[in-house]
């Protein structure tokens, strides 16, 4: 337990804050599965608490640092782009750059199943981290630290969503976020020859991500990827949701609405 803490101060220097309540900083790394499994007396808290407030902390900094950015962009523009920055496999790649999975205390379960490297655990430690550095530090010094690597991802973020077309970027962040490669089959086919509407489904994984509607197959799988990467909180400029998700009773995307 004390070496996990003593290499705490290697996190400290990387960033390049010391910690006034270290205690905040320890707690931040301890994962409930640590205590459910240890047999010391401890005064130690889970990370949980921590978690909830970072989460609340990061969506009010990115939000008034987009707020701050895109004058002229609309609100359902500024919420794709929040959720793209705060989705849990942004927030694990966030953690990773910070090596934080090295610094969790783990139950051997937990251990043993890949926690350490486990996407909504990574995500959950640094929302933890960050709110230990909101209670610590204060928003001001929260914000010099994040903007600069949020600035980053909103530039890669907002590049990708008006650069590329549905289909290949869905293709792309399926492929590097998940392994997998999306598939697309025609549900339904209707109307004369010279006026055919297709609807076509994308699935990633056997599992249903999105459904679309044109007067040409591509058409159709364009639109399908469209909803499937806004239910995957990535941004889509001028996107309507057309209803089909309900009418094609597609499940919620990592258990929530979209």
């Not at 004390?2 to 900083?25: A, C, P, Q, V, W």
Request: charged share 30%.
């Amino acid at each position: 337990m004390e070496r996990k803490f003593h290499t705490l101060h290697e996190l400290e220097e990387e960033i390049g804050i010391r910690f006034n309540d270290y205690s905040l900083l320890q707690r931040a790394f301890v994962h409930r599965s640590y205590l459910n499994e240890t047999d010391e007396e401890t005064d130690l808290q889970d990370n949980e608490r921590l978690e909830f407030l970072g989460d609340s902390v990061l969506s009010f900094i990115v939000s008034e640092l987009l707020f701050k950015l895109y004058p002229q962009r609309r609100e359902g523009e500024l919420t794709d782009l929040r959720s793209a920055l705060v989705k849990r496999e942004t927030l694990s790649r966030f953690a990773r750059d910070l090596h934080l999975g090295d610094y969790l205390l783990l139950g051997r379960g937990e251990e043993d199943s890949g926690g350490r490297s486990r996407h909504t655990t990574l995500c959950a430690t640094y929302e933890a981290f960050i709110g230990a550095l909101y209670l610590d530090q204060g928003a001001t010094t929260l914000r010099t630290l994040l903007e600069p690597r949020l600035i980053q991802e909103i530039e890669r973020v907002a590049h990708n969503a008006l650069t590329k077309d549905p289909k290949s970027r869905l293709q792309e962040w399926t492929q590097a976020e998940m392994g997998q490669t999306p598939r697309y089959k025609t549900v339904h086919a209707q109307g004369p020859d010279h006026a055919r509407l297709f609807t076509l489904q994308v699935t990633i994984d056997k599992q249903p991500y999105g459904v679309g509607q044109g007067q040409s197959k591509q058409e159709a799988a364009q639109a399908a990827a469209t909803m499937a990467l806004f239910r995957l909180g990535q941004m889509i400029p001028e996107y309507e949701d057309s209803g089909l998700a309900d009418e094609y009773e597609l499940t919620p995307v990592n258990g929530k609405e979209t």
